[in-house]
């Protein structure tokens, strides 16, 4: 069997602004740097893709990822060994303004899907 990868994408539609601190209760962590820091030059965290409508914002409450706009999302992969079943995630997110489009599944959300080696959709 071959390992299969993970990818999480935190996407945002029809959203003004949302606000994602990242946490994984998991044996070890699955998104690199979840702590957000180091922060490269550009103040985007090391190891992370580049987001779509996505900044770093840090107040009191400490450093958080900013998703703004239709369609901002910053899309993660994961690789996984074949035995894993089940994955716990965990996240506040906070939302302002969003509205759903015109299908259900358009809205403020934390969205993920399985794909095999060869990048072939798996699962539901």
């Not at 074949?82 to 303004?97: I, S, Y």
Request: hydrophobic residues 35%; glycine residues 12%.
């Amino acid at each position: 069997m071959s390992i299969q990868d993970w990818t999480i994408g935190c996407v945002v539609a029809y959203a003004s602004w949302a606000s994602i601190p990242f946490g994984v209760a998991q044996s070890g962590e699955l998104l690199p740097n979840g702590s957000m820091e180091p922060l490269d030059s550009r103040g985007w965290p090391v190891g992370w893709p580049l987001g779509r409508g996505a900044r770093i914002e840090e107040d009191s409450g400490g450093r958080r990822l900013v998703l703004e706009g239709a369609g901002a999302s910053v899309n993660f992969r994961v690789p996984l060994e074949p035995d894993v079943a089940r994955l716990r995630l965990r996240t506040e997110m906070k939302v302002t303004d969003v509205r759903q489009g015109r299908e259900s599944w358009q809205t403020g959300r934390l969205a993920m899907s399985f794909h095999d080696r060869e990048g072939q959709r798996i699962g539901p």
